[in-house]
């Protein structure tokens, strides 16, 4: 793969959980928040993503992983979603806090990052994944297929 691909969604809708099934594929992928730290992109509670675009290239080839993956220099994204009933129980499993819990279900349900995706990606480069409604195999393989497909079309191969 010669190109980045971003994996995002609210906190708690699967995006690590998707991720690493696709490394056990042999997908290279990047925790973009420790990335982000690493390369002095984050300031406090805030991720610059114009630091973080001066180094990441569109051509890096890797999956990127974070909340925010959809800002940064991708040619495809895959948004993770759930129920809001789901996102609550597992932000309460992971002890976030209540204000945390709200701002994320009040993002999930306006759907901002949908939202920002179609801004930012034309629609055949987007595929969105409920999380809660399989054990993961459907969506990795739906992902996969997604990847291929991408890979196709960017080289020029495969038209979608």
Known sequence: MNFNIGITGVPGTGKTTI???LEERGYEIVDMNLFSMENGCTHGDDVDIDCLNSIVKENWGKILDSHYSHLLSCYAVIEMYCSPETLQERLDERGYERAKIE?????LMIDCIGSECIENFPQNRILRLNS???DGTANLNKAVSFIEK???KHNGSGFL
């Open 132 to 134: 809660e409604q399989d």
């Open 150 to 152: 991408m890979e196709a």
């Open 103 to 107: 701002e994320n279900m009040d993002c």
């Open 19 to 21: 991720c690493r099934m």
